[in-house]
């Protein structure tokens, strides 16, 4: 099969969620013989084409702005490309794409398969009139295209209760950690176990806000590392709000050994999270074995269940952390309860056994029409 998967930025993986799935995807899928293309932004002027691992990249120039126009724009052009290729099968990751299809006159709606990402319109970071933009990509998405993935039951559940449509429900999936204690911690100055985390884009509904200052009240005596970029204007207001020797922001890390051995080496993992489905860092996290603590959301709430604990405001939080000493028992056996529950339900070489069988599958259906 010769597949292409668009709407990410690229790969490598420098950035979220549905990069991390492309670059997991496109390299099994040319690994056991089939011809894989990611679409990635490039700042070059124009279209180029270079090889990944196997995995084909086609590089399409766009703006050094991300915001949303921009972003659709890249979406355009990659469709534009896209859709002059022979590729049997066309991955879609998220649904903001489908109203540009209306510019296209010639396509076939059943080569396309959609991962519908969360309820995106529900982030804060959106205004009014991209939030109304989004909402009717989402509705013309589900009544234009028939393959569409959810990552969580929740968000299948979703779909179905507003659309009356079934969605097939595959998750993201996670490699088994790489931990070492390498310069790079000891570098860092941490101690094992004597230090909180969270992983995640610095924006509102993430509430990084929320954790540090939790945080501050617990008046705890052990460090807090957050890991994401800062090159957004919340950002900076986040870095400046709590600048305090004890709270470290390092800024972007994709480097899985180094990730996994923050990870493995914290006292608890705070998983802020509160819009989407399976979130790639919280897998991460439980794969890892790490005491967790989410906020309360049915997605992490349906991952999680009882071997976490929760939390909905900063004063919950700053109760976790100051009791954390105490409950180290229970949040250990919570938190390999977990790992092994991720290693059941979340191993990488499944779930990409289970999109490679859906892609079988719809290449069949269509090779027979």
């Known amino acids: 099969m010769k597949i292409a998967i668009l709407g990410t930025r690229g790969i490598p993986n420098n950035y979220g969620g549905f990069e991390e799935f492309a670059e997991s995807l496109s390299n099994y899928l040319s690994c056991i013989g089939h011809e894989a293309t990611v679409y990635c932004i490039s700042s070059a002027k124009i279209i180029s084409t270079t090889i990944h691992k196997g995995t084909q990249l086609i590089h399409i120039p766009h703006f050094k702005n991300n915001g949303g126009m921009a972003m659709l724009i890249y979406d355009y052009k990659c469709l534009k490309h896209a859709l002059k290729c022979d590729y ?26 959609v991962l519908m990402d969360g309820i995106e319109w529900q982030r804060t970071k959106w205004g009014l009139l991209a939030k109304i933009f989004i909402r009717l990509s989402e509705r013309y998405c589900v009544k234009k295209f028939s393959h569409l993935l959810a990552d969580h039951p929740c968000i299948a559940d979703y779909y179905f209760n507003k659309y009356k449509r079934k969605f097939l429900y595959i998750p993201f999936g996670v490699n088994e950690p790489e931990m070492n204690r390498n310069s790079f911690f000891n570098d860092l100055n941490f101690k094992s176990n004597d230090f909180f985390m969270m992983i995640c884009r610095i924006e509102p509904e993430n509430n990084v806000e929320m954790v540090l200052e939790g945080f ?15 090159d957004t204007k919340y950002a900076r207001k986040i870095v400046s709000r709590y600048s305090n020797p ?39 996290a439980m794969i890892c074995g790490v005491s967790i603590a989410s906020h309360e959301n049915p997605y992490s709430k349906h991952l999680l269940g009882t071997d976490a604990q929760y939390f909905s405001s900063s004063t919950m939080v700053s109760q976790i952390i100051q009791n954390s000493s105490q409950n180290v028992s229970d949040s250990t056996h919570g938190a390999l309860r977990l790992q092994e529950k991720c290693r059941a339900q979340f191993k990488q070489e499944i779930v990409l056994d289970r999109y490679v069988d859906y892609l079988e599958q719809i290449n069949k259906s269509l090779n027979i029409q």
Do not use: W
Request: charged residues 15%; proline residues 4%.
């Open 246 to 284: 004890s709270i470290h922001f390092l800024g972007s890390i994709y480097d899985k050994l180094k990730l996994d051995t923050l990870r493995s080496n914290a006292a608890f993992y705070f998983h802020g999270h509160s819009v989407g489905g399976t979130n790639p860092s919280l897998l991460q």
């Open 88 to 113: 049997d099968l066309i991955i879609e990751c998220g649904y903001t794409f489908a109203p540009l299809m209306l510019l296209f006159s010639r396509y076939n709606p059943s080569k396309f398969i």
């Open 216 to 230: 501050m009240l617990s008046k705890s005596t052990k460090q807090f590392i957050v890991v994401g970029a800062l």
